[in-house]
């Protein structure tokens, strides 16, 4: 991402939601299974809290040494990224109740179950990836979705 100059030529400083997005893109660089890279990151008070990325489970093999783990399509190798964020906050003793997670891709029916009950209450994330069912969910359990791909200036 090239760097934006404001009128007087200064770089442009991004708003939080760009800030912890494309942190949350930096953190999913880590991940090991190539055929999607996710990254997340909970915040509160603009304070980073946790971030997590899709990889195996610890001390097993990665994806590019074992290769996938196949089941309907999809590869169920990896702890998904916002799953790792809630165990990272868990192992550290993190208290995210009534935080904010920003997700590169919005989460699947599993880590959103995850996010609801961990009393995270927004999720932000950089686009849709496959489960419908999230918005329905989401309205009910009080948590608000934002597309933040559907937010960009054109
Ligand atoms: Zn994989
Ligand atoms: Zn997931």
């Given at each position: 991402m090239a760097t934006q100059m404001d009128l007087a030529g200064k770089p442009k400083r991004d708003d939080w939601h760009t800030y912890f997005m494309k942190i949350a893109t930096q953190v999913g660089s880590r991940s090991t299974c190539d055929r999607k890279h996710v990254g997340a990151v909970i915040v509160r008070d603009k304070t980073i809290l946790s971030t997590g990325?899709?990889?195996?489970?610890?001390?097993?093999?990665?994806?590019?040494?074992?290769?996938?783990?196949?089941?309907?399509?999809?590869?169920?190798?990896?702890?998904?990224?916002?799953?790792?964020?809630?165990?990272q906050a868990a192992k550290n003793g993190v208290a995210i109740d009534s935080a904010e997670i920003y997700i590169t891709a919005s989460p699947c029916w599993n880590c959103f179950k995850l996010i609801a009950n961990a009393g995270i209450k927004t999720i932000y994330f950089g686009e849709f990836y496959r489960d419908e069912r999230i918005y329905k969910t989401a309205a009910a359990a009080g948590i608000k979705l934002v597309d933040m791909s559907r937010q960009k200036e054109s």
């Open positions: 990325y899709n990889g195996s489970v610890r001390g097993l093999p990665h994806c590019d040494e074992s290769g996938h783990d196949m089941e309907d399509g999809h590869c169920v190798r990896t702890v998904h990224a916002e799953a790792n964020a809630i165990v």
